[in-house]
């Protein structure tokens, strides 16, 4: 039991350290846990090993009393007519009794340790159910908090993935613009010769207005006398 108890303390104890410790932290709690589980499946069949023994000693101090009690009878049955055979009945009841009353030292020294027994599982239940409540919400919150970063890299991606495609965009337009630039517009002829005449029109209708201007008398307006 000391030995149980030292080992008890030990895991206990250092629990949080072996989570600090070890990377991968619910493998290390799962082996925790397990351990502290072993540990109450033993003393559970210590507890069955104690209840079959005292129950065989419950057999044998009842038998003892029985034979106790027969031996007494036939003492006070014989006594009277054979001294003898009453001072054997006597003798043998004194040895029965003695047998149950150490039986039932032994029974309540048993049934002590299967007290202290016990009361140790039912402390090594209750710490097992609190490693496992507690390795099952720190489960939830690291797979959460995983989940979260997952979360926040595919936003930080998707961030990357827009800024990837707008440079790619602008870079197409770009190239676009500048082929555009560098391509040379097709010549039409005709377009051609129609614009030289209206310009050449244009350019001739100017000088003979200012022929016009230059021929003029000074000191008359266009109203003349």
Known sequence: MRTFKRLFATLTA???SFIDQ????????????????RQAARLKVQITRLDQHIARLGEQHQQAL????QWRERALRVAEDDDRRGLYCAAQYRDAEARARQLASQISEHTGLR????R???AVEDKLNELQLKKTLLASR?????????????????????????RWETQITQNEYLTAAGTPVPVDPLRTEFEEQERDAALREQLSA???DASKPAGKDEGGA
């Open 14 to 16: 250092g629990f949080d």
């Open 22 to 37: 070890v990377e991968n932290h619910e493998a290390v709690a799962e082996a925790v846990v397990a351990d502290v589980r």
């Open 66 to 69: 029985d034979e106790a009690g």
């Open 115 to 118: 007290t202290n027994v016990q």
């Open 120 to 122: 140790e599982l039912t």
């Open 142 to 166: 690291s797979a959460h908090a995983e989940a979260s970063k997952v979360a926040a890299g595919v936003a930080h991606a998707e961030c990357d993935a827009e800024g990837v495609f707008e």
């Open 210 to 212: 200012w022929r016009d």
